[in-house]
């Protein structure tokens, strides 16, 4: 899937939200969703192919599609709204809501923050992985894969695109407020946007999750989200028994489960509305989501590349499967 974001004017377009062939490495899409928008709403919109091949069922701008590491911007829409409450803070050492301590083995003494985390400068690696963590796995067992840190560069000190990095920011949110990560985000944002969007098929509603778009992968081989027209039996990787029984999950244990790094799912029409929150500077008809400084604080550069400071490319570039 490929998206741009464009702003014109005091505008904001979304281009090719829905491109589902895979990537741009062959073929044309199978289906694309263009919506500009502006403050005040939608003003135009275009679509073009199918949601489902196999059922001829052609994509509407209202249809939900797994908008992968734009999720990354939700989530830290909901992380804001915590720290707005104070229930966190980006600057403070996760360890002390994790309840284990998150150090790069090399500089122990280097403490990590929500910060670091969310700006990809927090020494992780995805070599070791993160979205396979089974329904009753641990995350912190990962870490202690020595492929999970880049023991080169401090945190803080060097830039690298990292999809683990936000399973542990959902693992920190899970800790502060006891919730479960998707439960939450319902709660912070989709709900107060009125968006019938999700990061669990289970907290869409049944019309929405029946009008799910297809992903398919270069060859035209459907690689998620293939449900005809009803909830996935599970929603999540399963337990290592092969069983799905959410009831075992544990506040903080596990924050890939719901896929905060990608696994949002939204349509066009919702996504624009997050477009209009971030145009309004944390308003949207009428509802103060977040306030001006939080906007601040999401948008302000951290990082500019230069003398070799970061990697400009990411490593993980095959995640469309993944949650």
Not at 10 to 31: I, K, Q, W
Request: glycine share 12%.
């Amino acid at each position: 899937m490929s998206t741009r974001w464009m702003r014109k004017g005091g505008s904001g377009c979304l281009l090719g939200l829905l491109l589902l062939a895979g990537t741009a490495r062959a073929g044309a899409p199978v289906a694309t969703v263009r919506v500009g928008f502006d403050h005040d709403g939608v003003t135009s919109t275009q679509v073009h192919g199918f949601a489902d091949k196999a059922a001829g069922r052609k994509v509407t701008a209202d249809d939900p599609v797994r908008i992968a590491s734009i999720s990354k911007l939700v989530t830290a829409i909901g992380v804001m709204r915590l720290v707005e409450a104070g229930k966190l803070d980006l600057d403070a050492d996760v360890s002390g809501q994790l309840g284990w301590p998150l150090r790069n083995p090399a500089f122990p003494d280097t403490p990590i923050t929500l910060r670091l985390l969310m700006s990809h400068r927090s020494s992780l690696t995805d070599a070791a992985g993160y979205w396979q963590t089974p329904l009753d796995g641990q995350l912190r067992g990962l870490l202690e894969d020595p492929r999970a840190w880049d023991t080169q560069h401090a945190p803080g000190t060097y830039f690298r695109y990292t999809n683990l990095n936000f399973p542990l920011v959902a693992q920190v949110m899970e800790r502060a407020t006891g919730e479960r990560f998707d439960r939450l985000m319902q709660r912070l944002v989709l709900k107060p946007l009125h968006i019938d969007g999700c990061f669990n098929w289970d907290t869409c509603s049944d019309a929405t999750a029946a009008r799910a778009v297809v992903l398919y992968d270069a060859d035209g081989k459907p690689v998620k989200d293939d449900n005809h027209g009803r909830k996935p039996d599970c929603p999540v990787v399963p337990a290592q028994d092969g069983s799905c029984n959410l009831a075992q999950w544990r506040a903080g244990e596990n924050g890939a489960l719901f896929s905060p790094q990608g696994g949002l799912r939204i349509s066009a029409h919702g996504l624009a509305r997050i477009g209009r929150l971030l145009l309004g500077n944390g308003r949207i008809d009428g509802v103060q989501l977040l306030a001006p400084a939080s906007m601040q604080a999401l948008i302000t550069p951290l990082w500019q590349y230069r003398d070799g400071n970061g990697m400009t490319y990411e490593e993980d570039t095959d995640d469309r499967g993944k949650g």
